[in-house]
Each structure stands twice: as C-alpha cells, then as structure tokens.
T-cell receptor
Framework: NAGVTQTPKFQVLKTGQSMTLQCAQD?????MSWYRQDPGMGLRLIHY???????DQGEVPNGYNVSRSTTEDFPLRLLSAAPSQTSVYFC????????????FGDGTRLSIL | EDQVTQSPEALRLQEGESSSLNCSYT??????LFWYRQDPGKGPEFLFT???AGEEKEKERLKATLTKKESFLHITAPKPEDSATYLC??????????????FGKGTLLTVNP
C-alpha cells in the first residue's frame, strides 16, 4: 500500500495564479482532510470530507476549495494564490471521522511570490 | 475551544538518557489523544492513540500515558535515530469541533551520540 500520496512535492506560484494540490489514498478510508503547517502555528485544518460527495470547512478555509468525487481522491484548489498561503500542506486520511488516527502524506511545499 | 500545549519546545539528550515530553490539553469530550513523530521534510507519522485516563501504550523505547489533563511521552534509553519533532493532538466531541485534530506546536527532540 502506498498510503497517502501527495503531488506535487514542491511548487512555486505567482500571486493570483490558481493550482490544485493532489491527494490520493489507497486504504479505503472514509475521512480525508487537508492541513497547513506554518512555523510556530502548528497544523491547522483547512477542509475535510467524511465521505465521497461530502465536504465541509475547517479552521482556515478562506482561499481554498475542495471536492470529493471518489473515496480515493481529495484535491485542494487554491483559487487565487496569495503570499499568505505560502506553507506546507498535508493531506491526511482515517478509517472514520471520530477517534481514529489520521495518516498523513509527506506534504506539498508551496511558495507564493 | 480545544487547546494543546506541549513542553518543552526543544529537548537535547545524550544517548541513553531517559526523559519525558509533556502534552497538556483542554477538550470537550475527548475522542482521542494522538502522538505523532515528524522528521524534517516528512509528514507526521502516527505513534499512539489514547482514549481514556489511565491508559498506556508502548512501542520500542516509547511509552505514552494519559491523565484527564495531560499526556506524557516517555523515552527510555533514546538513540540518535529517535531525534525528531514529536506532536501531540486531541480530537474532541464537543459541538462545532468539525472532527478536527487540534495539534500542539511540538517538541523538537535531539539525541546526541
């Protein structure tokens, strides 16, 4: 099993550009989520999904969009990139939403110039 | 609102020198407390889940314990390969929790040979 796979690993964007961060898991997990990790801030939840077709906002959702058309995939879209979105983005999945450990990918390092 | 505070922020040990990391938390209705290890440039790697006060989990040189207010990660006779950032997270069951994990800022552990 590959676990949680994130692509790309690194990306540099200009302010105003849009892009999609990809996340795929092969564990048949129902719950998937996106976090951003910034120095001194800890990991913060952006969006999450409890199953295909169901998504909801987390702690810091502004400027990001998600969809979940399949159990395996949960892409994160930056609509119009801003320097404040420079961060490391992690996708995670778990068997269910409550009380289960979330398994993380290795992240996408994103710089917005 | 759920809160997690980890201490110390950084800890430097000699190989074989046992110590403990602390995770203090406040949460409405604990669904689970999770310990992760994060190596530079990688995503968090799941270590343990604890669900109720008094519970203990062990894995090699690591032992996690839980009380109603805090969790400890005990490291016995550490080796240089134990060097990493250790993250603590809680999931609460209170209203509006969004199923999210609330993370602490982590403890950076360095084990010198």
């Amino acid at each position: 099993n590959a676990g949680v796979t994130q692509t790309p690993k690194f990306q540099v964007l200009k302010t105003g550009q849009s892009m999609t961060l990809q996340c795929a898991q092969d564990m048949n997990h129902e719950y998937m989520s996106w976090y951003r990790q910034d120095p001194g801030m800890g990991l913060r939840l952006i969006h999450y999904s409890v199953g295909a077709g169901i998504t909801d906002q987390g702690e810091v959702p502004n400027g990001y969009n998600v969809s979940r058309s399949t159990t395996e995939d949960f892409p994160l879209r930056l609509l119009s990139a801003a320097p404040s979105q420079t961060s490391v983005y992690f996708c995670a999945s778990s068997y269910s939403a409550l009380g289960q450990p979330q398994h993380f990918g290795d992240g996408t390092r994103l710089s917005i110039l | 609102e759920d809160q997690v505070t980890q201490s110390p922020e950084a800890l430097r040990l000699q190989e074989g020198e046992s110590s403990s990391l602390n995770c203090s938390y406040t949460v409405s209705g604990l669904r689970g407390l999770f310990w992760y290890r994060q190596d530079p440039g990688k995503g968090p790697e799941f270590l343990f889940t604890l669900y109720s006060a008094g519970e203990e989990k062990e894995k090699e040189r690591l032992k996690a314990t839980l009380t109603k207010k805090e969790s400890f990660l005990h490291i016995t006779a550490p080796k240089p390969e134990d060097s990493a950032t250790y993250l603590c997270a809680v999931q609460g069951g209170g209203g509006g929790s969004n199923y999210k994990l609330t993370f602490g800022k982590g403890t950076l552990l360095t084990v010198n040979p």
